[in-house]
């Protein structure tokens, strides 16, 4: 059902920490010995992770998001069930130097009014420092120019606005998940928004995608997105937990409008919303996937005839750094031994390093030594190569 809303300043912030990390993980349901108060200032939960995000409302009810409990587990209700509601969460920690980059979410319901069950969640990606009253630094979402919120309804006239403020200085995509669709017959749960800065809607196709009904109250439903910049490719997936039942499609952004981002680190939002229909959007788990870009030089003491060599591996994406770390396998093109043949790396900030020492097995002269860095949870891996000569 359409839900178009206005909306205030977005002000609700949490403690920053120094770094934002490459994977942040909000796992609600593990979340033992927390007092979450219910009241309308959210407060902060030192357990979300190094890089808390920003939780935002809709003027109506403030004290929305808020925590809760579902299962007996601490969860994050987003909405109450009531017509007009939309909150969510932002994290400034979508660092993307042209790799894939995801946003997964899990979520429920409990309660259901109004139309039926309608809106659902949104993910949104790729909007970028705001310009106007608000900034996105300092734990801000992008600026409002104005109280209308952004975007419009989708081209069926279902699943309401895009569902983020104006003022992003880049373009961005929203994704909804619309569970009904299923009441009118439709074979596809998604709305897509396509929009240019500072507020102006490219595409707004409703119905797309695919379907998997209408999940029943507190069953767990996850919400995949991935970006990938080969082919300008959404991807989405859709799963009820509970039952198994799940469905997935993808989508060129080229058709919409939508180009290749250009790099550097920007914003992943999660919303929940109502409209006619409206239930209690409660977000239980979120997932930010965006592996960062690394380079690894090599550097070697001594000559072919037996030599130290470093590999130093740095992460290079935009944002704070993220220090390196898991372990570096050796080769060279005239055999030899490495030790250890594999080496752990050790550093801090942007560099992490080790060293191995190099024996050669053969007289070839010069040797190329290679350096291969596996990569980890937050970094895709990269290799670099030195030459070394035995003296004349």
């Known amino acids: 059902m359409s839900n178009s809303k206005r909306r205030r300043p977005l002000t ?4 920053s920490a120094s770094s934002i990390v490459a994977m942040i993980v909000l796992f609600l349901a593990v979340i033992v010995g927390i007092n979450h108060p219910i009241v309308s200032a959210v407060a902060s939960d030192p357990t979300i992770g190094p890089s808390p995000p920003l ?3 809709s003027p109506a009810y403030p004290g929305y998001p808020t925590w809760t409990t579902v299962n007996g587990q601490p969860a994050l209700q987003l909405t109450p069930v009531a017509s007009g509601a939309y909150a969510g969460v932002a994290w400034h920690a979508l660092g993307y130097s042209g790799q894939p ?3 997964s979410m899990n979520g429920t319901y409990t309660q259901v009014s109004g139309a039926g069950l309608a809106d659902g969640f949104k993910i949104i990606m790729f909007a970028q420092n705001g310009t106007g009253s608000l900034s996105y630094d300092n734990n801000s979402i992008p600026g409002l120019s104005g109280p209308i919120l952004c975007g419009g309804p989708s081209s069926t006239g279902i699943g309401g606005s895009a569902g983020v403020s104006p003022d992003s200085t880049s ?3 929203s994704l909804n998940w619309d569970p ?3 009441q009118v017959g439709s074979a596809g749960q998604f709305n897509l928004w396509v929009i240019n800065p500072p507020c102006t809607v490219v595409a707004n196709p409703g119905g797309i995608g695919c379907s998997i009904g209408q999940p029943a109250a507190f069953d767990t439903i996850r919400f995949n997105t991935t970006y990938t910049p080969n082919g300008n490719i959404l991807q989405a997936r859709v799963s009820d937990l509970t039952t198994g039942t799940n469905c997935s499609f993808s989508v060129s952004l080229s058709q919409y409008g939508f180009n290749t981002p250009s790099t550097g680190n920007y914003w992943a939002m999660i919303m929940g919303a109502n409209g006619g229909g409206y239930a209690d959007w409660t977000l239980l788990q979120a997932q930010i996937i965006a592996e960062r870009a690394t380079t690894t030089g090599v550097s070697c003491s001594g000559n072919a005839l ?7 591996v740095s992460d290079t994406s935009p944002g704070p750094p993220l220090t390196p770390t898991g372990t570096v396998a050796w080769s060279s093109n005239a055999g030899g031994t490495f030790k250890p043949s594999t080496c752990t790396l050790s550093g801090s900030g942007s560099t992490a390093s080790c060293t191995v020492v190099y024996a050669p097995s053969g007289n070839q002269n010069p040797v190329t030594i290679t350096a291969t860095y596996q990569g980890d949870s937050n970094h895709l891996g990269s290799a670099g190569n030195t030459t070394i000569s035995a003296p004349p």
Request: proline share 4%.
């Open 306 to 312: 037996g030599s130290k060599c470093t590999a130093t």
């Open 12 to 15: 609700r912030t949490i403690t």
């Open 55 to 57: 939780f935002f409302d």
């Open 101 to 103: 980059v995801a946003v």
């Open 171 to 173: 373009p961005y995509f």
């Open 180 to 182: 009904f669709y299923t």
